[in-house]
């Protein structure tokens, strides 16, 4: 019956592009009309779905894990009420043998132009505006937070979309966009974070073949999101107000430790997840676990490994330090699980391009020098 209704791939991929247009207007202040328009989504997911099962690509192992992933995740919408994590797998599965590269130059071409138009609109006053404490003004989107969300998120994708291209001077501005973040959201994360990831492309630039040949790097990477995830459990579950140590981290997390607690002390981890009071959290792995239950939390770390082990054999590095720095980031935000924010995630089942791009480049670069002969 599906096979009735052909779906191309460039239908699809504008399809991808729509969605995360819709994902983004959750990010506007006060877009109530907006915001209606997202079950447009709905559509598209059962366009995805169809398009997926069109596939001749996949082999069978590969579409049954996919399947799979597709039941749990309907399980996980019926009992948390939240698609994102629906929407997320029928685009990470339909995106397989779409070139990457490709891909995230169009979600940063769209990340910048709908940042840079909001916080125009914002600054005229076309688009209300929300004053958080200390005084920072959201700048037409939800919170001055988000505003820091969208500049780590683009320099995030400049440096997977830009990784081999990069040199000291674009090092030095991506600094400088990181700065100028930190001043006009206040969001400490985000000029932390900013900093992290271009300090540790700087590394990787310089010595990351040879560290990719070293099991024990290996090894920490493939460490760092389920200890981040424990970390945070265990933190959450265990906090004491009157322990000292633990008010300097939530002091340090400006009192996101408290609020993980109390979402702890009210709700009990389910296998497919539960509706909760996600506003009280700031901390990806605590709605994780909490919201959508025990198998998507063990399901979004097997993910991460096997991204972080895909980006090492292709020597992709630019996704390695966005996946990490947004591991990082789930500390202190609640988006780490969410493929339209943590766009490394859908690199799962694209296809690597890094290395054709630079091969061409070569070929570019070589006749260039026979014509210069």
Request: with cysteine; hydrophobic share 55%.
């Amino acid at each position: 019956m599906y096979r009735s209704i052909k779906i191309d791939y460039s239908t699809f991929v504008l399809c991808i592009i729509l969605v995360f247009m819709l994902q983004m207007v959750y990010l506007v202040y006060n877009s109530s009309f907006l915001k209606a328009t997202i079950y447009i989504q709905d559509a598209i997911y059962i366009i995805g779905i169809l398009y997926i099962y069109q596939k001749r690509e996949y082999k069978f192992k590969t579409l049954l894990f996919i399947s799979i992933l597709l039941v749990l995740s309907f399980f996980s919408y019926h009992y948390s009420g939240q698609s994102v994590l629906l929407g997320g797998i029928i685009i990470i599965a339909a995106g397989v043998g779409y070139r990457a590269t490709m891909l995230y130059k169009k979600i940063l071409i769209l990340t910048i132009a709908f940042t840079g138009i909001v916080f125009s609109l914002g600054i005229a006053g076309l688009i209300p505006s929300r004053i958080a404490r200390r005084g920072y003004s959201s700048y037409g989107f939800t919170h001055p937070n988000t505003l820091g969300l969208m500049i780590v998120l683009i320099i995030g994708l400049l440096i997977i979309v830009f990784y081999k291209q990069l040199k000291v001077k674009h090092y030095f501005a991506l600094a400088l966009l990181s700065f100028l973040g930190w001043r006009v959201t206040g969001g400490r994360n985000v000029l932390a974070i900013s900093l992290f990831a271009i300090v540790f492309c700087v590394i990787l630039r310089a010595f990351g073949n040879k560290l990719a040949e070293r099991k024990i790097f290996r090894i920490l990477l493939y460490f760092v999101v389920p200890a981040l995830f424990f970390i945070s459990i265990h933190m959450a579950v265990s906090f004491d107000y009157f322990n000292p140590n633990y008010e300097s981290i939530n002091v340090l997390l400006s009192n996101r430790l408290a609020m993980a607690h109390t979402v702890t002390l009210r709700n009990t981890p389910t296998l497919f997840g539960q509706i909760i009071q996600t506003t009280l959290v700031e901390n990806s792995y605590i709605v994780l676990l909490y919201q959508n239950g025990y198998i998507f939390s063990a399901i979004f770390i097997i993910i991460n490994e096997l991204i972080i082990r895909k980006s090492i054999l292709n020597k992709n590095f630019g996704i390695l330090v966005f996946i990490l720095a947004f591991a990082i980031y789930g500390i202190s935000e609640a988006f780490a699980y969410n493929p339209f924010v943590n766009v490394a995630l859908l690199y799962l089942m694209l296809k690597d391009d890094s290395g054709k791009i630079e091969e061409q480049n070569q070929t570019s670069i070589n006749q260039a020098t026979i014509l210069e002969r």
